[in-house]
């Protein structure tokens, strides 16, 4: 007998293709209509998701039944993010190729966990951390992660600073745990964001021990007024307040805690991003100096939920925090990500990160932040104009505004999300109630600013202003 190459067996019909059509659809009638509907669903459309709900039937449904319903009745009740008008979070829309390049991705439903399980998702992920490591000037042979979000990218990085910390102190927190080890200190700024108390919170290291630092006007950490620091100590410092958008002086906090031996953790969400832009980066200055950063893509580079990203340093202590089985000292010859992150099973988010960073290029993603700061700004510069009151520096893409007392603000909030032109939210500065406008978005253009600047003007008006 000769030998034969088994066949595989080939089949014309394809599942997929009616559903993916139908799918395609609804998806542009969606995206094609986004930036002329409402930006905020309406109470209707909200109470109408009953719809979707009810008792799980014995027998399933068509599927294509069930992706119509799920247009008719899911579409309406979603915020419209994905237009140019919605500012009530730093909440970027996303790039029309990171949204087609996700649809791939969905169809090769890789599990990014082993090279050997997906190599194209390992290549892209090794790629894009070196690209991102590259675009934040940050030292080449840090290691990194790609995770849900920045929250989760600071338990990545704080993980690896643990393990790191307690190591020097001759401890061994991955197989001794946290009991009786020696205390490590955490400093955190005033202004720090509740995501990194709830990070610190999960990996042991408490809310209510930690040191907090005073900040100024803006929210920016007082390096000069950090407490005198000494044994295993972590210093989280902020690149981009949620509300003033203001961010941390990283070159004096790292100066602060050199010496000290203590690590420096930047949470950057956002504010990362202005290191990519040239007006912007002064910012970031000292950036490189850190230990460890967390981020995102989608924020402000505009990926599809939900795409984290931590950096750190010391790279064999990231790897030793997140070892699957015991400690490890040497490098791979192919990067598994789970290795590197709190993960196992996992999607390939970096196969949308790799399609923004490859489109936009350096300048592109720079230009982005850039532009949206710019529009921030108009933001301001319309409200200023109109006789209200701006409570912040406007220095990146947050703005806050002030409609008079307290409950008119409130009111006026109130009446711009129902007048549905765009959308913002409420928020407290300073004792103060005030609006939050976060400029985040490659959708939006100077007319969807003075679009919103006439809502808010109208919204204003009805709630009985007159300036
Ligand atoms: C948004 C944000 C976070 C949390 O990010 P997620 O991606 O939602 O986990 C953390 N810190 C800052 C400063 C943020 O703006």
Redesign the pocket.
Known sequence: MTATTPQIRLDASDPYAPLLRQAAAHASGYLGTVNARRVGPTQADVDALVNLGGVLQGDGENPAEVLDLLHRFGSPATMAVMGGRFFGG?IGGSLPVTVAAHWIADAWDQNACLYELSPVSAFLEDIVLSWLIDLFNLPADCGGALV?????A?ITALTAARHALLAKAGWDVDNDGLFGAPPINVVVGEEV?A??LKALALIGLGRKRIITAPVDGQGRMRAAALPKLSGPTIVCA?L???NTGCCDPIAEICDAARGSGAWVHV?G???LWASTAPERRHLTAGLELADSW?T?G??WLNTPQ?C?IAIVRDRIALRNAMAVSGTYYGEPAARDPMRWCPDSSRRARAIELWAALRSLGRRGIGDQVERTCRLARRFAEGLAKAGHEILNDVVLNQVLVAFGPGDITDQVIKAIQDDGVCWCGGTTWHGRRAMRISVSSWATTEADVDMSLDAFDRAYRQCGGNR
Request: aromatic share 4%; no cysteine.
């Open positions: 730093v849900v979000g920045t929250q989760m600071d964001h995501t990194m902020q981009g307040n949620v949470d969400a956002f504010g967390a995102d989608h924020k939900d984290g």
